[in-house]
């Protein structure tokens, strides 16, 4: 009897996203989608719970912590801002993931915004080598994104992709298996976020945390007018008597509050299709723009992205999971592929 059967390596593709990480199996597909974030004792990186206090668990700690508690977002705009951290959440995600399968460390491929640096991909690096990778293999978000939606990026046509993530936004016109045009815009669904706390503070004097902001963003947040107003009671702390009160808000202000940073977006696709080549935005006449991330739910913004550029607009199948599903797919061919992504090997 083969004592190794069953215990082959397990190729992961993992979604390192600002909000969610995901991780995707060679051959399963999309196993785990969690929250990134990570609870620690306040003032050291020990992960509380064994170090189990990860994802899901963690997520609900937010904003609700006691003193000798934090609940710690570790990337921000997309990359690690936090190095032990972001190693011990990796640690707990690949263990999740790999379960008893301690023999063979899995390979890698790890999603990054194209607008990477070379200090923030070494970081990545390290995170996923200390946390039990073998060996990591990078892949540009937005090239990841165009496969798990499906894009024909790898023929000689144009293929225009907005990833809309919690840091970060990525736009990329691609052709031939690669980007010929891109750009990476540090606005995306947290700034979008940001902008509905700074609209409750200067409106109603009244503080609310992050799960509340995107919980409005979620219910009744729009980039356009969908033709039907929508309001919602939110319950937050007042400034002023510092004592909890609830107010009622309608989807028309939030529009409003959200428009600079959907217009941020908005610039950033402008920026990129004005670069491409002619023959490439020939192309895109028929082709059109296609929206995945997080972001591309916002309701209204395919029409405000239409109405910008005059191209059609379509929102990815599961727009939430696609850089995920692009790395799995990315996996099903990893050994002819692999001369095309960055590596460890290279460090």
């Known amino acids: 009897m083969n004592m190794f059967r069953g215990m082959l390596r397990v190729d992961m593709g993992i979604d390192l996203g600002t909000c969610n990480t995901l991780v995707a199996v060679r051959g399963q597909g999309i196993v785990l989608n969690e929250p990134s974030v990570v609870a620690v004792w306040k003032g050291t990186n020990k992960v509380l719970k064994n170090g189990e206090a990860v994802g899901w668990m963690a997520k609900e700690m937010l904003g609700k912590t006691p003193g000798t508690i934090t609940a710690i977002r570790p990337l921000k705009d997309g990359v690690i801002s936090d190095f032990d951290i972001t190693e011990a959440m990796l640690k707990y995600f690949i263990k999740k993931v790999n379960g008893t399968n301690r ?19 070494q970081a990545v690096f390290q995170s996923a080598a200390r946390a039990g990778a073998y060996r990591t293999y990078l892949i540009e978000e937005p090239v990841a994104a165009a496969i798990g939606a499906g894009l024909p990026f790898a023929e000689p046509t144009a293929s225009a992709i907005v990833d809309i993530g919690g840091g970060t936004t990525e736009v990329a016109i691609l052709s031939l298996g690669d980007m ?105 006449v028929d082709n059109g723009i296609t929206l995945a991330g997080g972001g591309a739910l ?3 913004l395919p029409t405000v992205l239409q109405n910008k ?15 995920a599903r692009g790395t799995a797919i990315y996996l099903e061919h990893i050994e002819e592929w692999k001369d095309f992504l960055r590596s460890d090997l290279e460090e």
Do not use: W
Request: glycine share 8%.
């Open 103 to 121: 023999l063979f460390r899995p390979r890698v491929v790890i999603g990054v915004p194209s607008g990477i640096t070379a200090v923030e991909q």
């Open 180 to 284: 010929a045009v891109c750009e990476s815009l540090r606005v995306a669904g947290d700034d979008m976020d940001e902008a509905i706390i700074n609209h409750m503070k200067k409106t109603y004097n009244m503080m609310i945390g992050e799960q509340t902001s995107e919980r409005i963003k979620i219910d009744i947040g729009s980039a356009a007018p969908t033709g039907e107003d929508k309001t919602l009671e939110v319950r937050g702390r007042d400034m002023i008597s510092g004592l909890p009160r609830k107010t009622v808000i309608t989807s028309e202000e939030i529009r409003e509050a959200l428009q600079e940073p959907v217009q941020a977006i908005a610039e950033c696709v402008l920026r990129t299709l004005e670069r491409a080549e002619p023959e490439l935005a020939a192309d895109l």
């Open 298 to 300: 916002l309701r209204g």
């Open 309 to 323: 550029t005059g191209l059609d607009v379509k929102i990815a199948d599961d727009p939430l999971t696609c850089v």
